[in-house]
């Protein structure tokens, strides 16, 4: 498969319920594309200000400020002790290594790729680019024979699943029996709500108590985007198996995958500042606390969304109906086809946008 024989880009489908929703009296109450509306803190700015004079190339491996930063900041909240600058690498977002990993580890035709059943689209589009096939599948009892990589996405995109210790052991043990990399994208790991993840953190594929000790084969990927609203700076960053980043920092360095130097001081100052992700989290907790409600009382049933930036949730009804209904009432979600063929019924809704539009959207949920 080549470039030109990817499908269309799903949002694309989406403009004529935006067109719609744009005509409401009050404007749009756009839930769909979990891009941040926040400010970035004004100590990721200043950071990014003092080091804006970067006549140099910078390295794809990161200075030694950031890698030594991502080393402790794994330590500090993700529970995820000895790792070293082996281990970690940044990354221009997550979305281009998701995109590129099966390329890059060099995967192709007559290897499998697994995803989860309900995923984040990019998984499976990486896998078509190198000829690889796609599997979905949450079981690793399911798990086919020629799998090479197994994604995992725990908190989940789109429906906010947490795999606890149980099962992420279970999906290290069934991929190595298969020789597999195991591939954790934890993203939205900072935005635990309900349940066990209320006040804990949620597990990384990097917990020694997920692989005792033993991470070969294993990689855990992370994005600044949400628990800093650093989307638009393009910060993210993978830590694990040595080796593996070894050979991925090898062939970053021949494509030029290399972050700009001023993202990187950037990335340092919000990795060392616990504050504001907490501050951040808590204006998502107040909007998740408006629309979780407005959306049960008009109907809809929500599904898993214990942790992460969206509610995932159901009418009972083709999710493009759904949409349909909601843009006549000026509100703009992300339906559930685009997240695989085993849920039509779905409808994704972003907690990005600001608690007024969506105090906004409640009132208009309340009208039949």
Not at 4 to 10: G, H, K
Not at 52 to 68: F, I, K, M, S
Not at 189 to 204: F, I, M, Q, T, Y
Not at 316 to 325: I, S, V
């Amino acid at each position: 498969m080549s470039v030109r024989d990817l499908a269309d880009y799903p949002w694309d489908a989406v403009a004529p319920y935006a067109e719609t929703a744009r005509r409401h009296a009050d404007g749009i109450v756009d839930l769909s594309i979990g891009s941040p509306v926040d400010p970035t803190p004004e100590v990721v700015a200043a950071a990014l200000r003092a080091a804006t004079d970067a006549h140099a190339y910078p390295q794809t491996v990161g200075t030694p400020d950031l890698r030594e930063a991502i080393v402790a900041w794994y330590a500090r909240r993700r529970g995820v002790a000895g790792l070293t600058v082996q281990n970690v690498l940044p990354t221009i977002g997550s979305k281009e290594l998701v995109a590129l990993l099966p390329m890059l580890l060099g995967l192709g035709a007559g290897d499998v790729i697994v995803h989860p059943r309900a995923a984040y689209p990019t998984y499976e589009v990486g896998a078509r680019l190198v000829g690889a096939t796609p599997v979905a599948a949450d079981d690793p009892a399911d798990f086919p024979a020629g799998t090479r990589l197994v994604w995992v996405n725990s908190p989940g995109n789109p429906d906010g699943r947490v795999l606890d210790v149980a099962e992420l052991r279970a999906i290290v043990a069934r991929a190595r029996e298969l020789g597999a990399v195991v591939v954790s994208d934890e993203c939205y790991a900072e935005l635990g709500w309900d349940g066990a993840w209320a006040d804990a953190v949620v597990p990384s594929i990097l917990d020694p108590r997920v692989h005792d000790g033993d991470r070969a084969g294993l990689l855990s990927v992370y994005s600044l985007s949400k628990q800093s609203n650093l989307a638009g700076y393009r910060a993210a960053f993978l830590a694990g198996d040595a080796d593996i980043v070894g050979r991925l920092l090898t062939a970053r360095k021949h494509l030029g995958l290399m972050l700009p130097l001023p993202v990187q001081h950037a990335m340092v100052a919000a990795l060392h500042d616990d504050d504001h992700v907490a501050a951040q989290k808590e204006l998502y907790r107040a909007r998740r606390d408006v629309l979780r409600p407005a959306l049960e009382a008009a109907g809809f049933r929500i599904e898993h969304s214990e942790a992460g930036l969206y509610l995932w949730a159901t009418a009972g009804e083709d999710a493009w109906t759904t949409l349909a209904w909601l843009a006549e009432r000026g509100i703009l979600a992300g339906p559930g086809h685009f997240y695989g063929e085993h849920y039509p019924q779905h409808v994704r809704f972003s907690l990005t946008a600001p608690l007024e539009r969506i105090e906004a959207a409640g009132g208009r949920l309340a009208v039949s």
